[in-house]
């Protein structure tokens, strides 16, 4: 399942031309000194969004805030599996997640 995962992980960061996966155990994106996407060891995909598209993100497809490593990821949405098969779909959240760490204070 994590193998999958990881496979699908890096098929959208592939189509994302701002940025790379990082990480051999921890996998992850990051821009700006933020970490923004992340593949847990439970194999689960969190995405840093703004409060306003976190919001939308958990009401529109019904999920919830990300853990990993069963602490709470400060403004990180837990994305659903439905929605992995949708890569074009998958690769806006990822550029929108990115574009949301740009607009912050560098680290």
Not at 65 to 86: F, I, Q, T
Request: hydrophobic share 35%.
């Amino acid at each position: 399942m994590w193998e999958e995962r990881l496979k699908i992980y890096d098929h959208i960061v592939a189509q994302c031309a701002n940025f790379e996966r990082k990480g051999k155990n921890m996998i992850y994106t990051s821009a700006n000194g933020y970490m923004f996407t992340l593949l847990n060891k439970d194999a689960e995909i969190g995405i840093r969004l703004s409060k306003p598209s976190q919001e939308t993100f958990k009401t529109q497809y019904n999920t919830t805030e990300y853990r990993s490593y069963g602490a709470v990821m400060r403004d990180y949405v837990k994305v659903p599996d439905e929605l992995l098969d949708n890569t074009d779909l998958m690769v806006q959240y990822f550029n929108e997640s990115y574009n949301y760490v740009m607009s912050l204070p560098p680290k």
